[in-house]
């Protein structure tokens, strides 16, 4: 099952209840009954629309500054940290759509002229042909990915196994 998460739901509160028993997540938690391990590190890219008429190649930042952008709204002091860090360095920019959905960002930048930030593997996986990237030479911190699960349910043995098959797929050594 996804669940996008609202401003009031809280992923330690969906592992608790039992109502989710992994979450990929952005933040990790720090709870007694939940356990927080690092996923995959993603790169992330400035992307617009491949068919947008007036970004190719490499862009400077006052081209970037005439153009209109989406963005995601959260609340989670990491995201919102990252949004301050960028907006210092692009100022004044025109935001046309917000969401709390990465795949509704997407869906806003394939289908019109806006530009965003995405994880770098969405322009090699389903999106490659539908979005690219914007050479702006500007340096974009990875994100780290984590997996969250309530410790309790690790002892049952379909779940453990299934934990372990996670770990395994993951690109960030957990020490």
Known sequence: MHYT???????????????????????PTTSHSVISIPFSSEPLSLVCSANHPRLKG??????LSAERFCGL???IPYIMRRQVEFSRILEGRNFIFSSDSVMA????????ESIGIMPSS???????????AIDAGLYL??????????????HTSGFSQFLTIVNQLSTVSSK
């Open 58 to 63: 490499n862009v400077d930042f006052s081209e």
């Open 141 to 154: 911190e990875p994100i780290t990915f984590y997996f969250l699960y309530n410790k309790h349910s690790a």
């Open 73 to 75: 709204h959260s609340a």
């Open 105 to 112: 960002l997407l869906s806003i930048i394939e289908n019109t």
């Open 5 to 27: 998460l609202t401003e009031e739901m809280k992923v330690d509160e969906l592992l608790i209840n039992r109502q989710a028993d992994l979450i990929f997540d952005i933040h």
């Open 122 to 132: 969405l322009l090699a996986e389903s999106c490659g042909a539908k979005i690219q």
